[in-house]
């Protein structure tokens, strides 16, 4: 079986050009572009709870790098290093080191493509963890923050939603999906694919931010807390698969619409005067960007439907799903 030290040093060092002292050493030196603040962030993927424990490694060390670059787009932030501490079972480790070439491969596939280093980590053995934090640049004072909607932003959403949430539905055989709407939804349950580019453009043009990870009402609510403000949102106006929108209103499908996880999209809000300025960095980006309702007086969060009547979340089960 490998040591240790030869699995750091086989599968996760590599050249790490954009860092003055990158894996190897007691710390990585990492050094800050003038004039930029750092934005970072840590997620920790639990075998059992964010995964199965069979998952595919290739799209796991994908999905674990996604996750955190999703939370530098919802910053409008430049994701730039990664550390990646792992706990590994003996299953992963005397499997000749098969989940490990296909785990750093598909890491690496994705930290390349948005030209992040990886710069350290820990590895030991234990039930199988993924935690990784994630340090991007943010030009001083111009991070996309969770506080700053304001009473009459637009709220946009970008992509579309529920995707994830219907493909795990069906895993896990609380729906029976045709073929061709698998076929559409399951890439964003396996390998999301984060706002990176989106998130940076949007500075100057939201107000407030944040990724839907954990489903939209739950998240939405955050940036109304946190802005001391209410929502209004219109349930028909939101992007999302036809196989959600043709089983609207019911209960699953309302649940992985409004309340489903891992989409990794963006929701932000932004002042009227910027609707033309988002709709050219939709056609720009060739990422739908949707407007979805408006921020409101008070603390309320309401979402109504075509016909403008209140839809009684509760009585949908609203609670329940957060829980
Ligand atoms: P220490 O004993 O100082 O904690 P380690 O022996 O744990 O150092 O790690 C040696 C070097 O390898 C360190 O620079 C560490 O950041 C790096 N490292 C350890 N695990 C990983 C990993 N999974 N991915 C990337 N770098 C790692
Ligand atoms: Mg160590």
């Keep these: 079986m490998l040591s240790?030290?030869?699995?750091?040093?086989?599968?996760?060092?590599?050249?790490?050009?954009?860092t003055v002292l990158g894996a190897g050493d007691d710390a990585a030196l990492i050094e800050a572009s003038t004039g930029m603040e750092l934005a970072v962030s840590t997620?920790?993927?639990?075998?059992?709870?964010?995964?199965?424990?069979?998952?595919?490694?290739?799209?796991?060390?994908?999905?674990?790098?996604?996750?955190?670059?999703?939370?530098?787009?919802?910053m409008g932030a430049r994701p730039r290093w990664a550390t990646l501490s792992l706990a590994l079972p003996e299953s992963v480790?005397?499997?000749?080191?098969?989940?490990?070439?296909?785990?750093?491969?598909g890491f690496f596939?994705?930290?390349?493509?948005?030209?992040?280093?990886?710069?350290?980590?820990?590895?030991?053995?234990?039930?199988?963890?993924?935690?990784?934090?994630?340090?991007?640049?943010?030009a001083k004072g111009k991070a996309l923050r969770r506080s700053g909607a304001r009473r009459g932003d637009d709220i946009w959403i970008s992509g579309r939603l529920g995707d994830a949430a219907l493909?795990?539905?069906?895993?896990?055989?609380?729906?029976?999906?045709e073929p061709a709407e698998i076929e559409a939804s399951l890439p964003a349950l396996l390998a999301p694919q984060p706002r990176v580019e989106l998130g940076q453009r949007l500075i100057g043009l939201a107000r407030s931010a944040i990724d839907v990870s954990d489903g939209l009402l739950a998240d939405l609510e955050h940036i109304l807390k946190r802005s001391k403000v209410g929502a209004i949102i219109r349930l028909q106006e939101i992007n999302?698969?036809?196989?959600?929108?043709?089983?609207?209103?019911?209960?699953?499908?309302l649940k992985c619409?409004?309340?489903?996880?891992?989409?990794?999209?963006?929701?932000?809000?932004a002042p009227t005067a910027k609707r033309a300025k988002i709709e050219w960095l939709s056609r720009e980006q060739r990422i739908a960007l949707t407007r979805i309702g408006t921020i409101t007086e008070g603390e309320d969060l309401i979402v109504i439907d075509a016909a403008g009547r209140s839809i009684a979340l509760e009585a949908k089960g609203y609670d329940h799903f957060r829980a």
């Design 109 to 138: 596939e994705l930290a390349h493509a948005h030209q992040v280093d990886l710069i350290g980590g820990d590895t030991t053995k234990g039930p199988l963890n993924i935690c990784m934090t994630i340090i991007g640049e943010v």
């Design 257 to 269: 619409l409004l309340a489903g996880g891992d989409d990794y999209e963006l929701c932000f809000t």
């Design 43 to 74: 997620d920790m993927l639990v075998s059992g709870q964010h995964f199965f424990v069979d998952a595919e490694p290739r799209l796991l060390g994908h999905k674990s790098l996604a996750v955190n670059l999703s939370d530098m787009a919802a």
């Design 240 to 253: 999302c698969p036809a196989s959600i929108k043709k089983r609207l209103p019911q209960p699953l499908a």
């Design 93 to 105: 480790l005397c499997d000749g080191e098969k989940w490990l070439q296909a785990f750093a491969e």
């Design 167 to 177: 493909a795990l539905a069906n895993q896990q055989g609380h729906i029976v999906l």
């Design 4 to 18: 240790e030290f030869e699995i750091i040093q086989r599968y996760f060092v590599r050249p790490s050009p954009r």
